[in-house]
């Protein structure tokens, strides 16, 4: 047990914590709201076991999906995001990722920004399109997606920045 | 067998996403469809008491408007006492034995969900309380769904603002049938579906429950009617049906309890062994 399994685990239940109590009765014009628990999945260490991220991503949709009734819509797009994570992360920062200096928790820089970007996209796209099921309401996936996407990307780039890890 | 093994510890990391994918997604399907679904639900020992802290703080706030509206109740009830012809007649007893038909539990919505398409609340009362699956819930101004899954101290109730609900309901008017579904568009409406040319229909026209299912009894409040719309090809109507209650603000609701159901649902079963 060193002190990043305790970060992260302590991240896992205050961020399921932050969702259910807070994000998930914002209703903004009745439908929007933010998702900003994915941010465990983004932030989880980026040399960290690939398996141990499944799992727990896992487990965290499951979680979600046991607060809001919803089958397990949520645990399929986090482990959507949890699969293609590494992708993205090549996609958005090129080489350094090889030499896994990359850091979420900083400065907001464009690559920060498009990682982020693209890995909500992906989340929310998968998540409405489960959640719908219908081809009917395809054009509603396709609002919700765009309009929770931006609703989320503002949470976690605040949410990243009220918990920095202060410099010394 | 050696490259079984290789294989396996060679794409560990992509045959525990598939399998775990595979898990989600059966469950994802599950829930949609309508009935014996057995994937979790939020009427469990954790999140009823998570939604049950959640609503103690909540209700503070609503503590005026939910005093309006018991007054407002009591004022009803009141009148309907005071223009009894004569208030000491004995109530009226719907069967033979005596047996009151229909039986009312109180309980407490807890956690409330109108933004997506399958909609469902969790209410603060379960099977000690005598809840049980298929039980309608209603409140003081109209329908409000359906018991779906039940817990010791917990249910789920699947919200007429489901796109997998389906009820009875008649217009009061003409006792004319239709269907109740929610087209996921706008919090306010419902459509009643399948409603016969022949009956006639006019904006504001109040609807009603039918009372051909076991779940309501009859006669229970819906909505009015907003607007008509006329299928062509099914020479049907489709009514938009603009809610009594406010679906965002729902408060104490009474669940209730047919005595006949399970009598008639043994009944049907016997005379449709097929269905």
């Known amino acids: ?168 | 067998m050696q490259q079984i093994f290789q294989f396996i510890f060679k794409n560990s990391h992509r045959l525990l996403f598939l399998l775990l994918l595979g898990i989600s997604l059966v469950m994802t399907i599950q829930a949609h469809s309508f009935h014996k679904s057995k994937v979790i639900s939020s009427a469990n020992f954790v999140t009823g008491g998570v939604y049950t802290q959640m609503n103690n703080v909540n209700e503070y706030f609503h503590l005026k408007t939910q005093n309006d509206a018991l007054a407002k109740e009591n004022a009803d009830l009141r009148r309907m006492i005071f223009n009894e012809k004569d208030s000491a007649k004995p109530p009226v007893i719907d069967t033979i034995r005596g047996v009151r038909k229909v039986d009312v539990i109180v309980s407490k919505v807890i956690h409330n969900s109108y933004n997506v398409h399958e909609n469902y609340l969790t209410i603060n009362s379960g099977s000690l309380k005598g809840v049980k699956p298929d039980m309608g819930v209603v409140n003081t101004q109209g329908i409000i769904g359906i018991v779906d899954k039940v817990s010791n101290n917990y249910a789920t109730v699947i919200s007429i603002l489901n796109v997998k609900s389906q009820i009875n309901a008649k217009i009061k008017k003409s006792n004319h049938f239709g269907s109740l579904v929610w087209n996921g568009k706008n919090t306010g409406y419902v459509q009643l579906i399948d409603v016969p040319r022949l009956a006639s229909v006019r904006k504001g026209d109040t609807i009603v429950t039918g009372g051909q299912s076991v779940i309501f009894p009859a006669n229970i409040n819906i909505g009015t009617i907003s607007k008509i719309y006329t299928d062509n090809e099914t020479n049907y109507y489709t009514l938009d049906i603009k809610l009594f209650n406010d679906m965002t603000n729902l408060g104490y609701v009474y669940i209730v309890k047919s005595r006949d159901k399970e009598e008639i649902e043994t009944l049907e079963k016997q005379s449709k062994p097929n269905e």
């Open chain 1, 1 to 168: 047990m060193n002190s990043t399994v305790l970060v992260n685990i302590a991240r896992f239940i205050l961020l399921i914590f932050a969702q259910v109590v807070i994000f998930n009765n914002f209703n903004l014009f009745g439908f929007i709201n933010p998702y900003p628990y994915i941010l465990f999945v983004m932030l989880f260490p980026v040399n960290g076991n690939k398996n141990v991220l499944l799992l727990t991503s896992f487990l965290l949709g499951i979680t979600m999906d046991m607060f809001s009734n919803s089958g397990g819509v949520h645990a399929a797009s986090c482990l959507v995001l949890a699969y293609f994570r590494p992708v993205i992360f090549k996609f958005a920062f090129g080489l350094s990722y090889e030499y896994q200096t990359v850091r979420l928790d900083d400065v907001l820089t464009p690559e920060r920004f498009s990682f982020i970007l693209i890995a909500v996209i992906i989340h929310h796209f998968t998540l409405f399109l489960l959640e719908v099921f219908r081809l009917v309401f395809f054009w509603d996936v396709l609002l919700r997606t765009l309009s929770s996407t931006i609703f989320s990307i503002v949470v976690c780039i605040i949410l990243i920045y009220m918990f920095k890890p202060s410099r010394r």
